[in-house]
T-cell receptor, first 116, second 115 residues
Framework: DAGVIQSPRHEVTEMGQEVTLRCKPISGHNSLFWYRQTMMRGLELLIYFNNNVPIDDSGMPEDRFSAKMPNASFSTLKIQPSEPRDSAVYFC??????????????FGEGSRLTVL | AQSVTQLGSHVSVSEGALVLLRCNYSSSVPPYLFWYVQYPNQGLQLLLKYTTGATLVKGINGFEAEFKKSETSFHLTKPSAHMSDAAEYFCAVSERVGGYQKVTFGTGTKLQVIP
């Protein structure tokens, strides 16, 4: 079975440019999470979708960040304009949420973003 | 609010030695507990999880963890370290918040295995 698929794996861009990260969750999973990982702050939850609806976006750093989930098999995380401090590895994770679920997450391999 | 504390950001062990990675948590309700492993340039993958029942949980690659409610701990162990165990390990706690299982991760422990 295919796992969570993220693209691009690596992105190098210049400050001020728009960045779009993409995620395809595991088929049948109804919850999707975007995390950011840095040395300084570790793993941070940015936003959580359930059944394509954003439920908790309290972790989104600022208005430059936006996330969408137009359907059950696709999500994007956009940064516009990008800044050097946005450099990090961005992970997408999915899970099957329902009665009795434990919260086990399935992670993609991440998108490593470098903003020069 | 739930939280996770991992003692030691870096742990070094000799190949064949016992691996012990410590995790303490706080939670207002009985939690679900997890250990994830992250190899270089990869995402996190589940090692093991505790939900209910037996407090000693066995995972992949010979790892196990014991849920100790009285100590609010969920330490990860492996009797004999292998070179391939070198990775970063994350403890996580999950509790129901606002209708979904919110997962909080610890800051991670990097395990170095010395030949």
């Amino acid at each position: 079975d295919a796992g969570v698929i993220q693209s691009p794996r690596h992105e190098v861009t210049e400050m001020g440019q728009e960045v779009t990260l993409r995620c395809k969750p595991i088929s049948g999973h109804n919850s999707l999470f975007w995390y950011r990982q840095t040395m300084m702050r570790g793993l941070e939850l940015l936003i959580y979708f359930n059944n394509n609806v954003p439920i908790d976006d309290s972790g989104m750093p600022e208005d430059r960040f936006s996330a969408k989930m137009p359907n059950a098999s696709f999500s994007t995380l956009k940064i516009q304009p990008s800044e050097p401090r946005d450099s990090a590895v961005y992970f997408c994770a999915s899970s099957k949420t329902g009665t009795g679920d434990s919260g086990e997450l399935f992670f993609g391999e991440g998108s490593r973003l470098t903003v020069l | 609010a739930q939280s996770v504390t991992q003692l030691g950001s870096h742990v070094s062990v000799s190949e064949g030695a016992l691996v012990l990675l410590r995790c303490n948590y706080s939670s207002s309700v009985p939690p679900y507990l997890f250990w994830y492993v992250q190899y270089p340039n990869q995402g996190l993958q589940l090692l093991l999880k505790y939900t209910t029942g037996a407090t000693l949980v066995k995972g992949i690659n010979g790892f196990e963890a014991e849920f100790k409610k009285s100590e609010t701990s969920f330490h990860l162990t492996k009797p004999s370290a292998h070179m391939s165990d070198a990775a970063e390990y994350f403890c996580a706690v999950s509790e129901r918040v606002g209708g979904y299982q919110k997962v909080t991760f610890g800051t991670g422990t990097k395990l170095q295995v010395i030949p």
